[in-house]
């Protein structure tokens, strides 16, 4: 999302920008006009660090003007002259912060991270400056009063621009907008300074091994890996175990040593409340402070009520609900689980209660005892190029008829980049993709999908999409192999990739997945369902040294585990959203003295403090609702998963993988972006409201009654 904002601000900056020397804005700046590369593609071969800031602030200074010409037009307001207006407006500010933001969480450096400290404050302020002006907003209430003739996309256009107007403070009182311009630009510099902290903390808490039976367990290019992370911390000797952003940590599966373990959850858990300069404490609790204060000014008891009120579930007791609704069956799958483990541990004459650092190594080796099924042996049918090709692309063919072609010409931030046209059933083009998913230390924790140029009609531009992971990066020469979780995060995100290219909305603000937080995870997840598919497994799911395919029989090992440890994986996320309600519930005027404790209570007081199973996310390094767009969000995953797990459902009952049913899906979901209410959108589709069955099933919390 771009955040528009404060034109005396902007022009002051601009100004003590030029006292300092900055690098004026020229005509030779690569972001001056549109990239005359295909699909106006970023020219990543001609931006350097030093671009972005004058392109940035010259942005903010020509999209005022064009903002103060609409509010001030002497015609009558029409969408035209009004609201199209606007969406047309920014085109420098949209082309360079699209590129920027996503370079700043995917390769980031301190010379970028000094610009984003800068310029989010002043973006902060140019926002404001759009939307608590009084003058364009009586043109914009005029159009909206006079709605009743456009048609139905037109009609929910207008209405979403009412709405972010009045949601942005327009009919506050003078007094009232300049207290809630000083919320935003703090909040804009404390969400900056949460994203330094926390990438600086997570690249210094990863463990360093010297000895190498201290890594008993990882397999041959687990180690090597590890070697070469230590290689590029520029470490004469030993191996680097990187953090990833959930708390537990993937090599805890394997890692045979039991204080390692501990050493790597530490590192994890703990990683930004050391008391250093990458502590986020103080950031995150003032966040909270800032975020209640802003929701009382605009009439709501807490942000959560606020944030909620726009989106599907509408209250956060709705929301809330559904959490809570699940957290008995998964406490009493939490209680199997970890049972059966504290047996294996005593089995073995552990002589220890299981712990946290030990859940996923135990959790692995009953896995292996009860479904015979073990992550070394399946990793080597995972190659990423080919679950990529055979597997991702395969199925988007299967459904929508689309097809990729590799483009070597044009030009990437990082060599690890890859960049892919893609193209309808009839040929046309429909505009690219890149794919960047090796770990790095210079990337921001987890995966994620955006764009670099939006697809719309209105400003004739197609769709420039990417997708961005944290996968283990082989050692030089060796192939990629994915766990089935990575997998599944590669079909996740292309998911939302789909939604993207695929959008015939005309508008910007409507377009692709500018959708609700709650639904716009329902296309991705419902992605997710067809790694498992019969015919797409068997196409992608081939040994990296002979080709053949996955044996049937390891396969129905896969799914007949398919449930395994959901108590867990359901209680941790649980945990983590509840956490993140407990954060934006608070009050204005209520401050948290001590993290941990708040931390603590709110989970008691949700009935999920599970000792052994901590949140996915604790509150320190919770980028999602710090900084991520998802405050008072994170539900939306479940929520979007009961929309998901009911689709798929309606798929498998007729026919499953078609190209038929593909074509419905997209024509009522994916190309429709957020042009109508999303709890309509999907009573067309299915012809009913969600059921959460389907989901309870899928997840093993009840018996299944559909076949899979």
Not at 60 to 68: D, G, K, V
Not at 88 to 113: E, P, Y
Not at 151 to 157: K, M
Not at 288 to 297: D, G, I, K, N, P
Request: with cysteine; hydrophobic share 45%.
């Amino acid at each position: 999302m771009i955040r528009l904002r404060h034109a005396a601000l902007a022009a002051a900056c601009l100004a003590a920008a030029c006292g300092r020397g900055r690098p004026a804005f020229t005509a030779a700046n690569p972001f001056a006009q549109p990239s005359p590369l295909f699909d106006q593609a970023p020219p990543f071969d001609r931006i350097r660090d030093g671009d972005y800031q004058p392109a940035i602030e010259e942005g903010m200074r020509r999209q005022l003007a064009e903002i103060a010409a609409i509010a001030h037009d002497t015609a009558a307001p029409t969408l035209d002259n009004t609201i199209l207006a606007m969406e047309r407006s920014g085109a420098l500010l949209r082309r360079v912060t699209k590129v920027f933001n996503a370079i700043t969480s995917a390769s980031t450096d301190d010379t970028l991270q000094a610009v984003q400290e800068e310029e989010a404050p002043r973006l902060a302020a140019h926002n404001d400056a759009i939307y608590l002006n009084d003058t364009l907003f009586r043109r914009i209430r005029r159009v909206y009063d006079g709605r009743a003739g456009l048609d139905s996309t037109q009609r929910f256009l207008v209405e979403r621009y009412y709405k972010d107007f009045v949601r942005a403070g327009a009919l506050l009182d003078d007094t009232a907008k300049a207290h809630l311009r000083a919320l935003n630009l703090e909040e804009a510099k404390l969400t900056a300074d949460f994203q330094k902290r926390l990438l600086a903390a997570t690249k210094t808490g990863a463990v360093i091994v010297t000895d190498s039976a201290q890594l008993a367990g990882l397999g041959d290019a687990e180690v090597a890996a590890a070697a070469q992370a230590a290689r590029d911390r520029q470490l004469d000797r030993g191996w680097v175990l990187a953090l990833q952003n959930t708390t537990q940590q993937p090599d805890q599966v394997a890692l045979a040593d039991r204080a390692v373990r501990e050493r790597l959850y530490d590192a994890s858990a703990t990683r930004a409340e050391r008391g250093d300069s990458d502590d986020t404490r103080a950031d995150i609790t003032r966040l909270a402070e800032v975020r209640a204060e802003r929701a009382r000014l605009l009439g709501y008891p807490t942000y959560a009520a606020y944030a909620l009120d726009d989106e599907m579930a509408r209250t956060p007791a709705n929301a809330a609900g559904l959490l809570t609704q699940l957290v008995p069956p998964a406490a009493a799958k939490v209680a199997g689980e970890q049972a059966a483990m504290q047996r294996l541990v005593d089995a073995q004459h552990g002589g220890f209660a299981l712990a946290p650092w030990d859940w996923q190594y135990y959790a692995e080796q009953v896995r292996k005892a009860r479904y015979d099924l073990d992550e070394s042996q399946i990793k080597p049918y995972f190659v990423l190029d080919t679950v990529l090709v055979d597997g991702v692309f395969y199925a988007a063919n299967r459904l929508y008829g689309l097809t990729f072609t590799e483009r070597h010409d044009l030009p990437v931030y990082q060599p690890d980049v890859r960049v892919f046209e893609v193209f309808d059933a009839d040929g046309a083009s429909l505009g690219l993709w890149y794919c960047d998913y090796f770990k790095r230390d210079d990337k921001q924790g987890g995966a994620w999908e955006d764009t670099f140029v939006d697809g719309t009609s209105l400003l004739g531009t197609k769709p420039v999409v990417f997708n961005v992971a944290n996968f283990t990066r082989p050692a030089p020469g060796q192939p990629a192999l994915l766990t089935f979780d990575d997998v599944t995060t590669m079909f996740h995100e292309f998911g939302h990739a789909l939604h993207a290219l695929l959008t015939t909305v005309p508008y910007p603000r409507i377009a692709g997945t500018n959708v609700p937080n709650d639904f716009v995870e329902f296309p991705s997840q419902f992605n997710e369902h067809w790694a498992l598919d019969p015919a797409v497994f068997a196409h992608y799911a081939r040994h990296v040294g002979t080709g053949a395919p996955m044996p049937a029989a390891l396969v129905a090992k896969i799914k007949r585990a398919r449930t395994f440890n959901q108590g867990f994986d359901t209680m941790e996320y649980l945990e983590a959203s509840l956490l993140d309600f407990a954060w934006h519930t608070l009050r204005a005027g209520e401050a948290v003295a001590n993290v941990d404790s708040f931390e603590t209570a709110a989970l008691q007081r949700f009935h999920v403090l599970v000792p052994d199973v901590p949140p996915r996310y604790r509150s320190t390094y919770f980028a999602h609702i710090w900084d991520g767009g998802y405050a008072a969000g994170y539900y939306a995953y479940l929520w979007s998963e009961v929309l998901d797990d009911d689709a798929f459902a309606w798929f498998i009952a007729h026919g499953g993988l078609t190209r038929a049913n593909g074509d419905r899906f997209r024509a009522m979901i994916l190309s429709r972006g957020g042009s109508e209410d999303a709890a309509a959108m999907f009573r067309a589709f299915y012809g009913r409201d969600p059921d959460v069955g389907p989901l309870l099933e899928d997840r093993g919390l009840v018996p299944a009654r559909r076949g899979m």
